[in-house]
T-cell receptor, first 111, second 115 residues
Framework: GQQLNQSPQSMFIQEGEDVSMNCTSSSIFNTWLWYKQDPGEGPVLLIALYKAGELTSNGRLTAQFGITRKDSFLNISASIPSDVGIYFCAGLQGGSEKLVFGKGTKLTVNP | DVKVTQSSRYLVKRTGEKVFLECVQDMDHENMFWYRQDPGLGLRLIYFSYDVKMKEKGDIPEGYSVSREKKERFSLILESASTNQTSMYLC??????????????FGPGTRLTVL
């Protein structure tokens, strides 16, 4: 099936640093979603974006729906150790109920 | 808050056994989904259902079947478990707004090991 191009694949950062990751596609999406998954757990929804250009924050997290509707990014400011995990982007295309996923960004935060 | 629950967090079965994985959501969502997640392959859709007794094949339906007799419950069935079905199985649900804004919510996952 189709997949989104998510980068970077992994990141190793120091506590307190800011983090940026993104997802791109050659296709247009109507919805962009960002999830975080801890080891052995299901993905937890962080932010949902529904309009091109939309910028949404959830605490230290900020995500944007790209103006072309083909990309999205997620920023985490002032990272802390509990930010460790795998972050997934996912998109919904018009007329489809099926999510298309990125392969994830594995984040490691060194205290 | 949306709650999606899965019947087991960990399951160990033998090759050839019939396996049932249950998923329940409490938000009156129309759509329910079953995925499997494997290292390096990401999340892959097995089956989904957009209404009671309705089902659609996802990307990897072979070796699986599903049942949706009630709106809140979606079951994944492995008719004859094989070792290559060892995986993390994730259930999800969404409201379904016919092309409008939508969001999928995931359960905690079932780690299935087939020996």
């Amino acid at each position: 099936g189709q997949q989104l191009n998510q980068s970077p694949q992994s990141m190793f950062i120091q506590e307190g640093e800011d983090v940026s990751m993104n997802c791109t596609s050659s296709s247009i999406f109507n919805t962009w979603l960002w999830y975080k998954q801890d080891p052995g757990e299901g993905p937890v929804l962080l932010i949902a974006l529904y309009k091109a250009g939309e910028l949404t924050s959830n605490g230290r997290l900020t995500a944007q729906f790209g103006i072309t509707r083909k990309d999205s990014f997620l920023n985490i400011s002032a990272s802390i150790p509990s930010d460790v995990g795998i972050y997934f982007c996912a998109g919904l295309q018009g007329g489809s109920e099926k999510l298309v996923f990125g392969k994830g960004t594995k984040l490691t935060v060194n205290p | 808050d949306v709650k999606v629950t899965q019947s087991s967090r960990y399951l160990v079965k033998r090759t050839g056994e019939k396996v049932f994985l249950e998923c329940v959501q409490d938000m009156d969502h129309e759509n329910m989904f079953w995925y499997r997640q494997d290292p390096g392959l990401g999340l892959r859709l097995i089956y989904f259902s957009y209404d009671v007794k309705m089902k659609e094949k996802g990307d990897i339906p072979e070796g699986y079947s599903v049942s949706r007799e009630k709106k809140e419950r979606f079951s994944l069935i492995l008719e004859s478990a094989s070792t290559n079905q060892t995986s993390m199985y994730l259930c999800a649900s969404s409201l379904s707004l016919a092309g409008g804004p939508d969001t999928q919510y995931f359960g905690p996952g079932t780690r299935l090991t087939v020996l």
